[in-house]
């Protein structure tokens, strides 16, 4: 695997963590509009959303460690990026 590819395979997962945080705005978004009755319910489905949000914002730090390590700063920083 080289380095762009770890880049664009960490870039993906990135993408997805994001269309997951869209996910988790519109159930804030729509805190206003549910009832009384309801708050808890939907107070819990937000925290979980938050905390498993969380956990994959964890891992994606891990993984660019491991890509950090994997391919360390001078090769990182002298990288041709070009198509």
Request: proline residues 1%; glycine residues 4%.
């Amino acid at each position: 695997m080289t380095l762009r590819d770890d880049i664009e395979q960490w870039r993906s997962k990135v993408a997805q963590l994001l269309e997951a945080m869209d996910e988790v705005r519109g159930c804030a978004d729509r805190l206003s509009e549910c009832p009384a009755s309801e708050l808890d319910w939907q107070f819990s489905t937000l925290l979980e959303m938050c905390e498993e949000r969380l956990s994959e914002v964890e891992r994606l730090r891990e993984e660019l460690e491991e890509i950090q390590s994997r391919w360390g700063f001078g090769t990182i920083r002298n990288q041709n990026f070009s198509a």
